[in-house]
């Protein structure tokens, strides 16, 4: 039996039209545009790529957003200056920093740099603590995105037995959190396996749901896994290119192979990335709104 794929392309549309409509309203209703800021340093090219499709994104979807490139070799100063100039700006809700920063650069300082309420990567520890005591925050763009497939995919998650792989704080950490929280999408029992895990196929193989984020391609192969799995596959790897120069991507899991064991799969490309791109949107969205006292 073959696994359904949990398509994040068709659910990324289906969001982005909500909050298309959600953003037409607000304009008309209330004069406010959700303003967005995406600050890339240097040239990485998988960060190119991403923050071009998060720039797209919100253009299609009516923000005001900005792009700013700075360059490799940049000083914390001026990016610590930088991030002080949109802070205040009242036209920009949302301000992200494209990860990974440049050697030489403390991402520590620069994120906790970024106002908490207009920090829409979830990633400074105001936000953070937030979401581990269950308050209202803005939640990591993965891990919302991997919630939100879960819940739109019927996924059953009370109860579950999910094992996490990788312990990154962007991935690992908050979803192994919000998932075992008492709320919709989560109340299950959670496991997390990282490089120091004894043995990982014992954790695996006892997984309902099994996300990975190693960031290394193919580390979960068929035999790790249980019949009827549902697995959720976060890595995005460049193993290579095609004749024309495009990138060949591939995930952290053996996906031909698990497909014919899980009940469940997300494929790479067209999984979960492209969710992370739309809750960065419906952050946004939600830091405009609080902006402006709406919610
Ligand atoms: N600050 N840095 C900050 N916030 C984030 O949320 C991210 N992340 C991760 C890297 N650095 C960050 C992203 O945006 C990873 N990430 C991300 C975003 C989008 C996609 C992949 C990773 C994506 O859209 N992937 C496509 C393939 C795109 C391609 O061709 O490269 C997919 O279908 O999976």
């Known amino acids: 039996m073959g696994a359904k794929i949990i398509s994040g392309k068709e659910i990324a549309k289906e969001i982005r039209e909500e909050l298309k409509e959600e953003v037409s309203r607000l304009k008309e209703g209330h004069g406010l545009t959700p303003g967005l800021v995406t600050i890339l340093v240097g040239e990485n090219p998988a960060s190119v790529s991403y923050v071009t499709a998060k720039q797209k994104t919100a253009h299609e979807l009516g923000f005001y957003s900005v792009q700013d490139n700075q360059p490799e070799d940049i000083s914390e100063d001026a990016l610590l200056e930088l991030i002080d100039k949109y802070n205040n700006d009242e036209k920009i809700h949302g301000i992200l920093v494209q990860l990974p920063l440049p050697r030489g650069v403390n991402e520590e300082r620069v994120l906790n740099a970024i106002s908490p309420d207009k920090d829409v990567d979830g990633f400074h520890p105001v936000n953070v603590g937030r979401m581990v005591i269950g308050e209202r925050c803005f939640l990591p763009c993965t891990p919302h995105g991997i919630l939100e497939m879960l819940i739109r995919s019927g996924v059953e998650t009370s109860g579950a037995e999910v094992v996490v792989v990788g312990r990154s704080n962007i991935v690992g950490k908050p979803i192994a959190n919000l998932m075992l929280q008492k709320r919709e999408g989560g109340n299950s029992t959670v496991t997390i396996c990282h490089t120091g895990t004894k043995d990982l196929t014992y954790h695996t193989k006892r997984a309902d749901i099994l996300i990975v984020a190693a960031g290394r391609p193919k580390v979960i192969t068929a035999d790790m896994v249980k019949e009827g799995v549902v697995v959720i596959d976060v ?29 469940y799969i997300t494929p790479v490309p067209g999984g979960v990335g492209p969710m992370t791109i739309t809750m960065l ?15």
Do not use: H, W, Y
């Open 235 to 263: 890595g995005v790897n460049r193993i290579g290119k095609t004749p024309e120069g495009k990138a060949i991507l591939c995930g952290d899991v053996d996906f031909d192979a698990i497909k014919e064991k899980a009940s």
């Open 281 to 295: 949107m419906k952050n946004t969205v939600q830091a405009a709104k609080q902006f402006a006292g709406l919610d």
